[in-house]
């Protein structure tokens, strides 16, 4: 059982048109959050973002749905329902702190980074502007800047 930051995400792969092996793992993690258990399934293809509350209730109005599909025709999967209502359905979501889109293109998560880091930039000229040592800069530029810019490199 793994926890992240209040969050649980489930990856099927579902082939064909045969998604029954995936909505049963979706049916299986909702009754595990009844349980107050949750876990993390590494599959591919069909992502789905579980989030939830400490008490591991799960919060039907932040609970989303991307699906990655490169198929050429359009998708004719209907729409995922969990408790009896629908799931929403989105092209992008955040995880640990990266963007992740369903063409799976990483524009919008380095123009997040980047307008981010320039944040920090601004600060560290300010920085400059009041004669603070070089050294304190210098940390600051790794703790505010340097660390976005390396973040999920690894």
Known sequence: MIKLADTTTLVGLIKGDDESA???E????????????????IGR???????GNNNLEL????????VIDFR?????????TVKS??????ESF???????????KWEENSS????????????????AKLNVSNSVRSRFYRAAVESLLSTSIT
């Open 72 to 80: 050429r025709g359009p998708s004719s999967l209907p729409p995922l």
């Open 94 to 104: 955040k995880f640990l702190d990266t963007i992740i889109t369903n063409s799976l």
């Open 85 to 90: 209502s629908f799931v929403k359905e989105v």
């Open 26 to 41: 979706v049916s299986h993690l909702v009754a595990r959050y009844r349980l107050g258990q949750a876990y993390l399934l």
């Open 59 to 66: 919060n039907q109005q932040r609970t989303v749905e991307m």
């Open 112 to 127: 997040s980074i980047i307008k981010r880091a320039h944040s920090g930039m601004f600060f560290l000229r300010q920085l």
């Open 45 to 51: 293809k069909c992502l789905i973002w579980l989030h």
């Open 22 to 24: 995936y909505r049963q």
